[in-house]
């Protein structure tokens, strides 16, 4: 039988029939209730709260943690609904990111009882959302130099600073907030609080104008004496180990995601060359188009094979952090290739609205960057490589 | 309350569907299989009934190894149990042949109170089954339902037509087919999706339905493919030529296709 061009390598015939399952009922429901939307979303800019109902009554928020409401599927199945959700936009995958693997992994994994008790079943259900603080305007890739601080006083907390590009900031409810407690002890005194985006003190503000993952809601949080219970920090974890672990799950789910995006558009590229018409025939049949399709079919698989296998690897639980970087390095890179050839396929059509493809290149952009660039993936798979920290 | 919903794999009406040249069956390989639509809709009219009051409900179907998948995004949506009949002998039935095994095996389920089904499939498109399995369970069938509402043991159905609504009435048990307007199905979701598989699927055969394989499939069917041809292409239409008179050359094409 001949290779299914949406699939070529069949590389989901290794999934379980409930995997295929899960990423039928994601990629049904985007298509039905998301992909209608998505064009007029990312022109104004928006993206809608009540999204997060149906998300949430399917399962997706948190579906990769156990119990508190939550879904409780392997990483694989995770990573295909990110995928799927990433094919209609970056943007929805963010949404899901943010929600499942920053704000409720950060609390699932590092809260105190009572901290899960009182946010996780409602942000399963995507009654409540959550969003993640970590990154400044001044602190990016090097996160241990964040100014932000968290001071004693009395039994209180009282919390100090800002935190730049945080997607759905303006729509939270909790805010997970990594804060320095003592500077003394440099990137050790780093520890997380969990923050009711209605505490006097705590204000988001949109950040307008972007260019790229317009059907996405980004914040800078700015944080003015926000007093907080003593009970509001994360009782057992500090330092840069708390944030990176949960940035850890939200690249995995990106290296996922990337796929979806890239296999949009090389499917985009694809149904254009077949239909569209020069010199007297589709520009399918030309050689340079083909050899786009080609080296676009590959690169979509051998980001489907990597994906795939690191899903397994997670799901066994011997996933290295420098084999995710390697997934989102590789992922996303390809899949901004992808995204470039396939406009050069769509011509002038390219650019426009009407087609996926410009919408997906220009996200790429931004997932190329957050959660880790480039840059630091390259960085983490050489300490890999050769015990060697290049970045310190 | 006991429900029994019937179901049916059906190729993908997307996917190109082919009969196969030998015995003039359904060429199951040519294309993707799915549940048909129209029984997602009977399966959450089966779960709306569940939801608002005690209902069990039970999935049925006839089919090869594949409709498995079928019966798993049915138990996946939240019905309770299923009932897969598989049998080589039942390849070929017609509709009265596939009735005759449905109503045996809806027999297995207990005394069941309700029988709900798509009021026709996406592939053979014969319409009947609900008549017909009404006609051999010795119960009243309500066709082409677009609401239903059940109490007090009574099931009360409207059926909309081109001339206006028929409110159709029956005591249980009943079966009752299904219309395209009759809701909006579910998603499952990932937990219903994780729950199927750990859900109870009775399989059967013929034989522990009591019936003989002379009784069902290519033999037993009173209907017979002699031969079939594809559908033509489609043809290029009619230009209508606006001189002034679009408009009124548009409506009598209309009223001579009897559509205005």
Redesign the interface.
Known sequence: MAPDPSDFLAVDAELTAEERDIRDAVRDYASAELAPRISEWYESNTLPRDIAKGLGSLGLLGMHLEGYGCAGTNATSYGLACRELEAVDSGLRSFVSVQGSLAMFAIHRWGSEAHKQEWLPRMATGEALGCFGLTEADAGSDPGSMRTRARHDGDDWVLDGAKMWITNGTLAEVAVVWAQTDPDQGSKGIRGFVVPTDTPGFTANEVKHKLSLRASLTAELVLEGVRLPADAVFPEVTGLKGPLSCLNEARYGILWGAVGAARACYEAALAYAMSREQFGRPIAGFQLTQRKLAEMVVAVNQASLTAARIGRLKDAHELHPAQVSFGKMANVHAALDVARTARTVLGGNGITLEYPVFRHMTNLETVLTYEGTEEMHTLSIGQALTGLPAFR | MNIVVLIKQVPDTWSERKLSDGDKTLDRASSDAVLDEINERAVEEALKIKEAGDAEVTILTAGPDRAT?AI??AL?MGADKAVHVNDEAIHGSDAIATAKVLAKAIGTVGDVDLVLAGNEATDGRSGAMAGMLGELLGWPSLTHANELTVENGTAKAKRETDEGTSDLEASLPAVVSVGEKINEPR?????G??A??KKPVTTLGIADLGLDASEVGLAGSLVQVDSFAPRPPKSGGQKVEDEGDGGAKIAEYLVGQKLI
């Open positions: 998948d798993r995004k996946s998603y499952p979701s990932f937990k999706i994780m199927a598989k």
